[in-house]
């Protein structure tokens, strides 16, 4: 079962959030979502040892 997180944002950040999701066609949520995959990727891809 998904878990639901609370995002605040300061405005310029909803702003851009904004921008992305009117770019892209999709909903806010989605924008913040993908976003945090990203984020997660990347986390995890400094913190790997070879």
Do not use: H, K
């Amino acid at each position: 079962m998904p878990t639901r997180y609370t995002v605040v944002c300061d405005d310029e950040s909803a702003q851009e959030i904004a921008r992305l999701a009117r770019e892209n066609d999709l909903t806010e949520a989605a924008v913040v979502g993908q976003l945090v995959d990203l984020g997660l990727d990347v986390a995890l891809a400094e913190t790997e040892y070879p």
